[in-house]
């Protein structure tokens, strides 16, 4: 793409216009875009919501992916590369079963929703209350996410609880353990294309 620049010429004051070349988008962006256009989504840093400052902030803005994922008819592929600590974990819990894969040396950590509570002595009991229901929310879809009971998600992440990538695969929180990008290719070819039910 090119910008059209008109300067002042002391030969001609009808010069024609020279063109320069638009400025070159930062890598990430050009990486964003691939990733984009081959259907690809990704997460960076924690999953928060920049208008809600409320105690349910963070988790409002997981669960408002978490809906997206469960609405598409295509098949979601989640990936964990690093850390997926609290929210993270929960979404990568929660793509289509068989494409949702960890890397070997990530790191995954279940725990209960925290909230910061203050406020009056009414407003901390209907906090606490908001809270209680949001855990039980969380600990029913994680439970269907993986397969556990509601009684042992609960139990689990009473305190903060971490995998590694292959016991984050025998808790069913991912499907497998990638190490290879010829892996990689073989499990995309595996990965259902039908509607999700």
Not at 58 to 84: N, S
Not at 96 to 108: D, E, I, L, Q
Not at 140 to 166: L, P, V
Request: hydrophobic share 35%.
């Amino acid at each position: 793409m090119l910008n059209t620049v008109y300067k002042p010429s002391a030969n001609d004051a009808e010069d024609s216009p020279q063109t320069t070349p638009a400025p070159t988008p930062p890598i990430e962006a050009l990486i964003q875009q691939g990733l984009f256009d081959g259907r690809t989504v990704t997460l960076f840093g924690e999953v928060t919501s920049e208008q809600c400052q409320s105690i349910c902030g963070q988790m409002l803005a997981g669960m408002m992916v978490y809906d997206l994922i469960k609405v598409l008819d295509a098949p979601v592929r989640t990936v964990a590369l690093g850390l997926a600590t609290s929210m993270d974990q929960f979404l990568l819990s929660a793509g289509t079963k068989g494409p949702h894969w960890v890397f070997p040396s990530a790191r995954v950590m279940m725990h209960q929703p925290s909230s910061g509570i203050d406020g009056s002595a009414e407003d901390v009991r209907i906090q606490v209350e908001l809270h209680r229901l949001t855990r039980k929310h969380f600990e029913e879809k994680q439970a269907k996410n993986t397969g556990q009971s509601i009684e042992t998600i609960h139990r689990h992440s009473e305190h903060d609880r971490w995998f590694n990538a292959h016991e984050a695969v025998d808790y069913e929180l991912a499907d497998h353990v990638v190490s290879s990008w010829d892996q990689v290719k073989v499990l995309k070819m595996k990965t259902p294309e039908t509607p999700k039910p």
